[in-house]
T-cell receptor, first 115, second 110 residues
Framework: EAGVAQSPRYKIIEKRQSVAFWCNPISGHATLYWYQQILGQGPKLLIQFQNNGVVDDSQLPKDRFSAERLKGVDSTLKIQPAKLEDSAVYLC?????????????FGPGTRLTVL | DAKTTQPTSMDCAEGRAANLPCNHSTISGNEYVYWYRQIHSQGPQYIIHGLKNNETNEMASLIITEDRKSSTLILPHATLRDTAVYYCIVRVRTGNQFYFGTGTSLTVIP
């Protein structure tokens, strides 16, 4: 079974530039999550989708971050414009559904460095 | 937002049992305890979860105290590949959202 795919794996940009990350979840998984993991910290949930609808985006900095999952499969996360403090690993995860016991499967992440 | 407390780091000798504690004193009756681990430069990996009863799978055992205020993850025979950061998570909302803390960095020593 193919896992969660993410690209690119690494990205270096200058502050105020824009960047986008792509995620392809496990086939058949209805729920998709984006997390931000700053060095030395645990992952922090940014946004959760159920199919193509947003379930929770309470921790997404909406002035600069946006995410979409238009067809309920792939998802993109965008930062515009980037700040130095956005340097982190961005993890995508998916689960079959939202209920208890639905294990989240994580991708390898995209490491973003903002200079 | 994390409602769990874990030691920052632990060591364990290879082949011995690793016992990782977690305090979740404010857990509600319908909240589950989940454990994930993160090996360096990889995404987190699911280990086990439970509500009230002790649980065991091919990776680990989860012991939850009767009052549910704490739990222990047990890796019965630790190997070098078990070196990772282990996260104890309480599901604090419906919808399967997880709130990770800083976890316990486990080092398995040869």
């Amino acid at each position: 079974e193919a896992g969660v795919a993410q690209s690119p794996r690494y990205k270096i940009i200058e502050k105020r530039q824009s960047v986008a990350f792509w995620c392809n979840p496990i086939s058949g998984h209805a729920t998709l999550y984006w997390y931000q993991q700053i060095l030395g910290q645990g992952p922090k949930l940014l946004i959760q989708f159920q199919n193509n609808g947003v379930v929770d985006d309470s921790q997404l900095p909406k002035d600069r971050f946006s995410a979409e999952r238009l067809k309920g499969v792939d998802s993109t996360l965008k930062i515009q414009p980037a700040k130095l403090e956005d340097s982190a690993v961005y993890l995508c995860a998916s689960s079959f559904n939202r209920g208890v016991g639905n294990e989240q499967f994580f991708g390898p992440g995209t490491r973003l460095t903002v200079l | 937002d994390a409602k769990t407390t874990q030691p920052t780091s632990m060591d364990c000798a290879e082949g011995r049992a690793a016992n990782l504690p977690c305090n979740h004193s404010t857990i509600s009756g319908n909240e589950y305890v989940y454990w994930y681990r993160q090996i360096h430069s990889q995404g987190p990996q699911y280990i086990i979860h439970g509500l009230k009863n002790n649980e065991t799978n091919e990776m680990a055992s989860l012991i939850i105290t009767e009052d549910r205020k704490s739990s222990t993850l047990i890796l019965p025979h630790a190997t070098l590949r078990d070196t990772a950061v282990y996260y104890c998570i309480v599901r604090v909302r419906t919808g399967n959202q997880f709130y990770f803390g800083t976890g316990t960095s486990l080092t398995v020593i040869p």
